[in-house]
């Protein structure tokens, strides 16, 4: 196949991750997929970027990770500029086919803004969008621009200009869905584990109250604002407070959390994450966003770990009921969920992952939708 894809990471951070790192783990779980395809990735990212690809084009040597607090304009007007030179450079070439973006306010607005003289682009859509139609407001790019979404609940829930230029959606997948059946299975612990960013949106006080009434251990792992460690948080004192997810852990998580039935063990990665999540008796989602698309559940499956949510967001696409997890609409059923969680089949969890979330699956998905753009088609 010959096709040249312009694979946007953006400033923020290098790929992969060093940790967390959602939009970056997507690409690096992408781009070697594509690539096995026969498709050519230019990747735009930062200098410190290790993900081996075909050309690699950076504006800073470094993620700028830490200017999300306060030079946020400053790091986006420099990071566009770049990007529009890159892609102009490359477009009047014909170097490139395509431009696959995954971050609207240094891609889509770029891109947007090029008009009908830029390339055909596809934008990643990796956000619950129902309450930020003013990000997307700009979006015009005749036939040019396309998005999709990284599940059907999210475009659903879009903002109408969104769904006019979506060409579908395509689940997040992980690599550690790939032989499932090789891989071993750690012994089943105790635990119910939480894992994501410590937020109003992913529950984090409705799992612990919950672990205390039912007395199941609960772990809570990811990080609460900027702080990976609890050490971290400790040391940064009341300055701490004026991020709003560091004052919903202190005042809604913390008071349930005792160190010993419910434990915050902060950001896990590698290894440790794997074991963590492979040896729980369930992974919990007591959601109160609508989850756009769920990488943390994709990867609880693929290492064998059912999945006990409120149904929410991509919940019900992921999850099937029964099957790979248990599902309720009402909070309160969640307690007797918990308990039956023991019954489901962890193989089975794998077995699942293996045939609908690997990298593989996702870049074909991909393939077919870069098509689509350049056809310049839609779905409704
Ligand atoms: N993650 C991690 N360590 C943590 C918490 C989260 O590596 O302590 C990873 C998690 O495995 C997943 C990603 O961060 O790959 C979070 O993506 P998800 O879509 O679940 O949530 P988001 O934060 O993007 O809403």
């Given at each position: 196949m010959?096709?040249?894809v312009l694979?946007?990471?953006g400033?923020?951070l290098?790929v992969?991750?060093p940790?967390?790192?959602g939009i970056?783990?997507?690409?690096?779980?992408?781009?070697p997929e594509l690539?096995?395809?026969?498709?050519r990735?230019?990747l735009?990212s930062?200098?410190?970027?290790?993900l081996p690809?075909?050309?690699?084009?950076?504006?800073f040597a470094?993620?700028?990770?830490?200017a999300?607090?306060r030079?946020?304009?400053?790091v986006?007007?420099?990071?566009?500029?770049?990007?529009?030179?890159?892609v102009?450079?490359l477009h009047?070439?014909?170097?490139?086919?395509?431009?696959?973006?995954h971050v609207e306010?240094v891609?889509?607005a770029?891109?947007?803004a090029m008009?009908?003289?830029?390339p055909p682009?596809l934008?990643?859509l990796h956000?619950?969008?129902a309450?930020?139609?003013?990000?997307?407001?700009g979006?015009d790019?005749?036939?040019r621009?396309?998005?999709?979404?990284?599940?059907?609940?999210q475009?659903?829930?879009a903002?109408?200009?969104l769904?006019?230029?979506?060409?579908?959606?395509v689940h997040?997948?992980?690599p550690?869905?790939v032989?499932?059946?090789?891989?071993?299975?750690?012994d089943?612990?105790?635990?119910l584990l939480?894992?994501?960013?410590?937020?109003?949106g992913?529950?984090?006080?409705?799992g612990a109250r919950?672990a205390?009434r039912v007395?199941?251990?609960?772990v809570?792992a990811g990080?609460?604002g900027?702080y990976h460690r609890?050490?971290?948080?400790a040391?940064?004192?009341?300055?701490?407070?004026?991020n709003?997810?560091?004052?919903?852990?202190l005042?809604?998580?913390?008071p349930h959390?005792d160190?010993?039935?419910?434990r915050?063990v902060?950001?896990?990665?590698?290894?440790e994450?794997?074991?963590?999540l492979a040896?729980?008796r369930?992974s919990?989602?007591?959601?109160?966003?609508?989850e756009?698309?769920g990488?943390?559940?994709?990867?609880s499956l693929?290492?064998?770990?059912?999945?006990?949510?409120?149904?929410?967001g991509c919940l019900?696409e992921?999850?099937?009921?029964g099957r790979t997890?248990?599902?309720?609409t009402?909070?309160?059923?969640l307690?007797d969920?918990?308990?039956?969680?023991?019954?489901?089949?962890?193989?089975?969890?794998r077995?699942?992952?293996?045939?609908r979330f690997?990298?593989?699956?996702?870049?074909q998905r991909?393939?077919e939708?870069y098509?689509?753009v350049?056809?310049?088609a839609t779905?409704?």
């Open positions: 010959s096709l040249t694979m946007n990471a400033p923020w290098s992969p991750p940790g967390y790192g970056e783990n997507v690409i690096a779980t992408l781009v690539r096995r395809l026969g498709v990735v230019v735009a930062v200098g410190s970027s290790t690809v075909d050309e690699q084009v950076s504006v470094d993620g700028q990770f830490a999300l607090q030079p946020y304009n400053q986006c007007g420099i990071a566009q500029a770049h990007l529009a030179g890159v102009r450079e009047s070439r014909d170097d490139i086919d395509l431009v696959h973006d306010a891609g889509l770029t891109l947007a008009g009908p003289a830029g682009t934008h990643t956000w619950d969008l309450k930020h139609p003013a990000l997307y407001g979006l790019g005749g036939d621009v396309r998005v999709n979404g990284v599940s059907a609940s475009l659903a829930r903002p109408l200009a769904r006019e230029h979506s060409v579908g959606h997040l997948s992980t550690l869905a032989d499932a059946d090789r891989r071993p299975r750690p089943k612990g105790e635990h939480i894992l994501g960013r410590i937020n109003p992913k529950g984090q006080d409705v919950l205390h007395g199941i251990p609960l809570l990080p609460v900027p609890p050490a971290d948080l040391a940064a004192g009341d300055e701490a407070r004026q709003p997810d560091v004052r919903f852990f005042d809604e998580v913390a959390v160190g010993d039935l419910v915050w902060g950001t896990v990665a590698g290894q994450r794997d074991d963590l040896s729980a369930a919990l989602f007591p959601l109160r966003w609508e756009p698309g990488t943390a559940v994709v990867e693929a290492l064998g770990t059912p999945v006990v949510a409120t149904a929410r019900p992921l999850i099937e009921h997890g248990l599902l309720t009402d909070e309160e059923e307690d969920l918990v308990l039956s969680a023991e019954l489901l089949d962890p193989d089975e969890c077995r699942v992952a293996a045939q690997t990298p593989e699956v996702m870049a991909y393939v939708l098509e689509r350049r056809q310049g779905v409704s």
